[in-house]
């Protein structure tokens, strides 16, 4: 961001100001209840992690450089009107020729994890009938050692979304359990590669998630579904996203046996699965929807949880489900039971749940108050429930964000890891993303507004997580989503996540407040010394 002299001293001006008006804010939450906390680093374990996330597609770029191959993303973002704008990620925020000032950036914020992702197409272009890219090898390796370097820990997903086109065209990736086996394949190239350095390792990122919008309402790639979800050219609404996450669970098992037998003694680290989790409550006190909103978790969350402790889905979803459900072998559940040494949620929203079993339920597409509820609510697969950001009297679950379907509900996060805690006996949980969506507008005064809102997102958010530590949770990290703004998904470049603005035509990164706001929060800075924020931000 280039400005005058007169803009940037009247622009920091603004931002101490603006510092100390949220130093002591206070968020009007569901019921207009007030939260007024401040939330301290010495809340958290002196182990805690605190860092940023991204995944490869969304920031890398350099998408056919140095033998990387098109992942089904890049396929899929070239295809007109698959992304507002028109968007894609060939460029992206240039992550792979701009990691060190990327890495800079982080140790200058105070963190201690990184979360990011490999990307497959780059590691292992034509999966297992190919061979490794050594370029690949060598960025990843130069990110790794670069963190290293400077004390941030690399806490390294394996799949985030992406992976080879070529897979999707061999025999439809995730649809095939041959694709168990390729993740295997892309798994050990990892652990082998870069296992004597990371100590946190992620399998696959929100397989649920990705069920959904790839698979059930056809918006993601490979664009599969089927009435009344979407009018996709091919799939099955109601079966294939039971497909995926059961490929996605037996080739994740898969991966942690090898690691556990042939790298974690050695290489000491940890295992996981990052879940896509929402927090539900019931629209109405009626006890079906009480009863839904506790189904509503059962069907997103422990569909994908419960295999990977207990080696089976949950009987509730049997029950609905029946024969369409697929059934995991005697040697299968061994595999999967236990295969997990810690839960990663991602958490952004809390959503209201209104009961389809006893009642009539009617989803207008149109309602953009309602931008979450979809057809289907009468289906099995969404577990006969409709999902609402308002509830029948009109009023929000929590203040709307820029993104569709996301609002503003501090408490959630601390009832999602209670949740968490009592279903998996308290096992350790990283929340692996948490963060504010704003919409996409140049106006400085705007984006200085929305920023505010992003501050006071995360202090509420951690004022809540630390709560959930205090009655004895097994938390142990947290990751802002997002460093920077980056490509976020079909939205392209609209919605903004990032703690750094970057400049669509030089690419230049730029802190936000709340970049200013997290360092200070890491480093235990006042928000209230005015003379030592301008010596920070040298006005």
């Not at 059962?298 to 489900?321: I, K, Q, S």
Request: glycine share 8%; net charge negative; charged share 20%.
């Amino acid at each position: 961001m280039k400005m005058g002299t007169k803009t940037k001293n009247s622009y920091f001006i603004c931002l101490l100001l603006v510092l100390q008006q949220v130093s002591a804010y206070s968020i009007i939450g569901q019921g207009g209840n007030e939260l007024e906390e401040e939330v301290k680093r010495s809340e958290f374990p002196d182990s805690f992690l605190f860092g940023t996330s991204t995944s490869a597609y969304q920031i890398e770029g350099a998408y056919i450089e140095e033998g990387r191959s098109l992942s089904n993303w890049d396929v899929f973002s070239h295809t007109n009107g698959s992304i507002t704008n028109g968007g894609n990620g060939d460029v992206a925020d240039d992550h792979y020729h701009r990691y060190l000032e990327d890495i800079d950036i982080m140790a200058s914020l105070g963190v201690n994890a990184y979360r990011f992702s490999i990307s497959w197409s780059r590691l292992l272009p034509r999966g297992k009938l190919g061979v490794v890219n050594p370029a690949g090898i060598k960025f990843y390796n130069n990110i790794i050692n670069n963190l290293l370097l400077k004390g941030v820990a690399p806490f390294v997903t394996i799949h985030h979304n992406d992976y080879p086109q070529e897979l999707e065209d061999r025999y439809g990736a995730w649809l095939s359990p041959l694709m168990q086996e390729e993740f295997v394949h892309f798994a050990k190239t990892c652990f082998k590669s870069f296992g004597d350095r990371v100590k946190y390792w992620v399998t696959i990122n929100e397989p649920n998630l990705f069920a959904e919008l790839a698979y059930m309402k056809g918006i993601f790639p490979p664009s599969h579904c089927s009435p009344p979800f979407g009018k996709c050219s091919s799939g099955n609404s109601d079966t294939e996203p039971l497909l995926i996450i059961h490929n996605s669970i037996l080739a994740h098992a898969k991966a942690v046996k090898l690691y556990r037998h042939h790298f974690q003694v050695g290489q000491g680290g940890m295992i996981g699965m990052v879940a896509s989790a929402y927090m539900y409550k019931p629209i109405t006190d009626d006890e079906a929807d009480i009863k839904a909103a506790a189904r509503a978790l059962t069907f997103h969350v422990a569909w994908l949880l419960d295999p990977l402790v207990y080696g089976d889905y949950p009987t509730e979803m049997r029950e609905y489900h029946g024969k369409k459900l697929p059934k995991f072998s005697p040697e299968e559940s061994k595999l999967i039971k236990n295969s997990i040494d810690f839960i990663g949620l991602n958490h952004y929203s809390t959503l209201l749940v209104k009961d389809c079993l006893l009642s009539n339920c009617t989803c207008n597409m149109n309602d953009n108050n309602n931008p979450t509820c979809s057809h289907g609510e009468n289906r099995a697969i969404l577990g006969f429930l409709l999902t609402a950001g308002q509830n029948e009297d009109g009023a929000f679950v929590g203040d709307p964000m820029g993104m569709p379907g996301l609002y503003v509900v501090p408490q959630g996060i601390e009832e999602i890891v209670d949740y968490i805690k009592k279903r998996y006996n308290n096992m350790p949980i990283f929340v692996t993303e948490n963060g504010y969506a704003s919409i996409d507008k140049q106006e400085e005064g705007y984006e200085l507004v929305k920023d505010i809102k992003r501050i006071k997102y995360h202090k509420a958010y951690l004022a809540s997580l630390a709560r959930s530590i205090r009655n004895g949770a097994d938390v142990r990290g947290y990751f802002i989503w997002s460093l920077m703004d980056n490509f976020e998904w079909v939205f392209g470049y609209t919605i903004k996540f990032g703690l750094y603005q970057v400049n669509p035509l030089t690419l230049d990164r730029s802190p936000k407040l709340s970049a200013h706001w997290y360092k200070d929060f890491l480093t235990n800075s006042s928000l209230n010394n005015i003379q030592a924020k301008k010596s920070i931000y040298g006005v």
